[in-house]
């Protein structure tokens, strides 16, 4: 069953019915405000960091579901009423249309007569997000409309807000001046921030006071003030401030209204907090207010967003025989790749924005499948992420993005978080060429003297070497990439013993990637060094990893195989399998051997399962992988993260034809014909899907924020497409299905546009040329910034 269409013309997706599976989401803003909006808007926004500076207030438990968001209510003057967004009225609408564009949502109904469209956006470099309104009188009469706004403000911190009713019932503070209702909770005090909701228009009353609104013991899908027609101009002091325009509208026959909301984040300095008199200084907000109330000042700023997609996404473009995989590439997989950078796991509609923050691992892989789109961001990202280094070379696993602190809740540990920084960098390193920022000068977590970025690497690095249990593995800590596989719950042992296979055929990739930057650097001596190293973790990876079709996962504090065929459940896990190709560690033989054991053990119609067989019984040596029901999450559910590792291991192989089934099996819009099956977004990549153990196989959870996105980009464009960049150019190596005759890429690389055209000629060798010459090797050279070239690749036989 469909609920919607790729409009791939105008890069949007279009929702025609409000009551999807799952609240259907999109994300508003692209570096400082944000927010959250669902196709029949709900939702909240948040300026930078969804804990800490939360603007409005949003309850993932509610019933009904998705109830909360930016609402408008439209009151005709016989007393009847709707909402133009379907909720939080939930009235039969008798048209609707939602549109998830890029930073953008519009969302259109019609309901007796009146064709109500609202557009949602924050205009780029702003602060704000407009609500763009369209009301259009179909009908013959003139009508006489109330138009009631409303939004629900949080408290600023949301676990406070969340928790601490003894406080926070009696803090709530607004004021209104001129149409403009002003949260300033808190602000006499300890904040020099406060929320903004203005609107122009025939205002003839407002309400601040929840209860007011609503009536006691009612329901956002009918509140007193819509119900009566009228508002009371209350003023919220205490209990929950809201924001509640009420706005006049008379609409002849086929006429249309435009009303503009906007909702914003004001931050003044300390010193500038208040007026002479003592007021709140609001300074700034008319005129802003005045701008943005101007209809073609709003169809510029979404002309400019827009726009300003178009840009970024122009740095890959690619022409392929597969629409699923143009549609993907080209426009919502980048996006979903900007969104995940941005937010990491701090907020969505399975992360709740308090808890998590910025992920270190996360982070670092987020940044993979960005750095091509605004490397300068890609560049900050990577030092901010060093601030959480420790000295020892371990690192915060999370840290708050407004404070770039550390999450000492969480605290270190995770074992391999060091590694996706060298990773990371390698990156960055390879897609600008910019060496510069070994040299950047950056703090430790825990004080000692700053290091250049470069000896952060080594740090990182060397941590692994550090840590290494009974087998010369590198060992787990609290847990490696799997979260969920807590090896050291119960052991006695000092120095938590468990070790993990999968962080040592990382640390193999790192330690290569750190040996060539050394060497370009002329750091000889370190690149001699960390090569030794790793050749040694690949021995002892083979010495003891290997089971015989797979490579094992761990050991436990025990020093007992896990994912061996020696175990009842767990036998085989996914993640060591593809990085044993991708780190080197099997050679041809072997990595064609456990590549096949992921198809016949692990791979299913929905996608690859992390682990088989599903655990039944709880154990504290495996920790809590072992908790989930069988079929979720780490406990054999398809974890869908790791499905791109399957990619590239098979790319690497040259098993084209595998490669390509993984990549499509998880893609979210071939699995669009499954929306009844899937439930979460067509457009986006999910976290998890539920594994053939379960009674729900085929559902997904946990959309928008995951590292799948990134990862699947990767494997798409630097390995089917074969696409990548390296220290010294641009490798073209494609690893297409035998059905695809070639391919065309726009790929702007290092300030330079090149035109890539691929054709398969099975007969002939493999050719590059560039601009007509013909170049030896893969490689595309380096060329100056500025310029425009041609390249020609003749895919044969190797």
């Not at 907020?347 to 982070?363: K, M």
């Not at 390509?660 to 099956?677: A, F, Q």
């Not at 641009?730 to 070639?742: E, F, M």
Request: aromatic content about 12%; proline content about 5%; glycine content about 8%.
């Amino acid at each position: 069953m469909l609920y919607g269409y790729f409009d791939d013309q105008n890069k949007e997706y279009v929702i025609e019915r409000p009551d999807t599976p799952q609240p259907w989401i999109n994300y508003l803003g692209e570096e400082s405000y944000f927010g959250i909006i669902s196709n029949t808007a709900g939702g909240y926004s948040f300026y930078r960091d969804a804990r800490l500076r939360r603007i409005l207030r949003y309850r993932y438990n509610n019933i009904p579901q998705d109830e909360g968001g930016r609402y408008l209510y439209i009151r005709f003057s016989d007393g009847d009423f709707f909402s133009p967004t379907w909720q939080p009225v939930r009235k039969k609408l008798d048209f609707y249309r939602c549109r998830h564009g890029l930073g953008y949502t519009i969302i259109s109904s019609l309901y007796r007569d009146i064709e109500s469209e609202i557009t949602y956006f924050v205009p780029i470099g702003e602060e704000l997000e407009i609500w763009s309104v369209k009301l259009f009188n179909r009908g013959k009469e003139t009508l006489e409309l109330d138009v009631f706004s409303f939004v629900e403000f949080c408290l600023w911190n949301a676990l406070d807000d969340a928790t601490n009713f003894q406080r926070n019932l009696n803090i709530g503070e607004v004021e209104v001046e001129e149409g403009v209702i002003y949260h300033i909770t808190e602000y006499r005090e300890r904040r020099d921030h406060y929320a903004f909701f203005g609107a122009v228009g025939n205002i003839v009353g407002f309400e601040t006071d929840r209860e007011s609104f609503l009536g006691p013991y009612e329901s956002l899908s009918s509140p007193y003030s819509v119900r009566e027609g009228k508002t009371s101009n209350s003023i919220a002091c205490g209990w929950a401030p809201v924001g509640v325009h009420q706005i006049k509208v008379t609409l002849p026959s086929q006429h249309e209204e435009r009303i503009q909301f906007l909702l914003g984040y004001k931050e003044n300095l300390t010193q500038h907090k208040f007026t002479a008199e003592r007021r709140v200084n609001k300074e700034g907000i008319p005129s802003l207010l005045q701008r943005f109330t101007n209809h073609n000042e709003v169809d510029r700023a979404l002309g400019k967003l827009k726009s300003y997609w178009k840009n970024i996404l122009e740095r890959f473009q690619v022409q392929t025989p597969n629409t699923h995989f143009n549609r993907m590439i080209n426009v919502w997989n980048q996006y979903q790749c900007m969104i995940t950078f941005n937010l990491s796991r701090s907020a969505s509609y399975f992360e709740s924005g308090i808890s998590r923050g910025i992920g270190f691992r996360d982070s670092n892989q987020d940044l993979l499948g960005f750095v091509h789109l605004i490397p300068d961001r890609a560049r900050e990202r990577l030092l901010d992420l060093s601030s959480t280094q420790f000295q020892s070379g371990g690192a915060y696993h999370q840290y708050q993005p407004l404070t770039r602190q550390g999450n000492d809740e969480i605290g270190a540990g995770f074992n391999d978080d060091p590694l996706w920084l060298i990773l990371a960098a390698a990156s960055y390193l390879k897609e600008t060429g910019d060496f510069t920022i070994l040299n950047e000068v950056v703090s430790f977590a825990d004080g000692g003297d700053p290091a250049p970025f470069y000896q952060h690497l080594l740090r990182s690095l060397e941590y692994t070497l550090h840590n290494l249990g009974p087998h010369g593995l590198p060992l787990i800590g609290q847990a490696d990439w799997n979260d969920c596989l807590n090896l050291n719950l119960v052991t006695e042992n000092e120095g938590k013993t468990a070790e993990s296979i999968l962080i040592g055929e990382m640390f193999i990739a790192a330690g290569e990637e750190l040996a060539c930057i050394a060497e370009i650097i002329g750091k000889s001596e370190d690149s001699i060094r960390f090569r030794e190293e790793t050749r040694k973790m690949i021995d002892k990876i083979n010495q003891w990893g290997w089971d015989g079709e797979w490579y094992l996962r761990a050991f436990d504090d025990r020093g007992l195989p896990v994912g061996s065929k020696q175990n009842q459940e767990g036998r085989i896990f996914l993640e060591t399998q593809p990085w044993a190709i991708m780190s080197g560690v099997a050679n041809l033989e072997r990595g064609k051997v456990t590549m096949d054991s992921v198809e016949k053990y692990l791979a299913t119609p929905h996608g690859i399962i992390l682990q088989q067989p599903a655990f039944t019984q709880f154990s504290l040596h495996l920790g809590e992988c072992t908790s989930y029901p069988p079929g979720l999450k780490e406990n054999a559910g398809i974890f869908c993260h790791p499905n791109p590792w399957a990619v590239i291991a098979e790319c690497k192989l040259k098993r084209a034809e595998k490669a390509w089934n993984y990549w499509l099996t998880i893609c979210p819009s071939w699995r669009e014909k499954v929306s009844e099956v899937h439930r979460q977004e067509p457009y986006v990549y999910a976290q998890m899907i539920a594994g053939p153990d379960h009674p729900h196989f085929g559902e997904a959870k946990n959309s928008w924020l995951t590292g799948t996105a990134s990862w699947a980009l990767i494997s798409a464009t630097q390995w089917i497409l074969g696409i990548r960049p390296d220290y010294q150019g641009l490798i073209v190596d494609p690893c297409i299905p035998a059905d695809w005759k070639g391919f065309q890429v726009q790929r702007w690389f290092r300030g330079v546009q090149f035109t890539i055209v691929v054709e398969r000629k099975p007969n002939e060798k493999y050719l590059l040329k560039v601009d007509g010459k013909t170049i030896s090797g893969k490689t595309i050279p380096i060329f100056s910034p500025g310029s425009e070239h041609l390249v020609e690749v003749i895919l044969g036989e190797d």
